[in-house]
């Protein structure tokens, strides 16, 4: 049987001060339960604090932020472009 690999997209910074009930607890959920079916090495976890969330849920982890249009456009508007 070949290994699937399960890519998680959250909102979630594991513990420490970005904290967010809600999210956290979908994620834990979402990761407790899928680690069941493909193990804990099949996922990978996308969020804006990919530190402190392998810590918390001990599994692969990606940095992806977690903008709205709006917060893009103002970074994009503010961050100094090098020359």
Request: charged share 20%; glycine share 6%; proline share 6%.
């Amino acid at each position: 049987m070949e290994n699937k690999k399960i890519f998680i997209i959250a909102d979630a910074a594991g513990y420490g001060e970005h904290y967010h009930v809600g999210d956290e607890a979908m994620t834990e959920v979402a990761i407790h339960r899928l680690s069941d079916i493909v193990g804990k090495e099949n996922l990978i976890l996308a969020c804006p604090h990919p530190r402190t969330a392998a810590k918390a849920y001990g599994v692969k982890t990606v940095w992806l932020p977690m903008h709205s249009i709006k917060t893009w456009i103002m970074l994009i508007l503010l961050t100094p472009i090098p020359t």
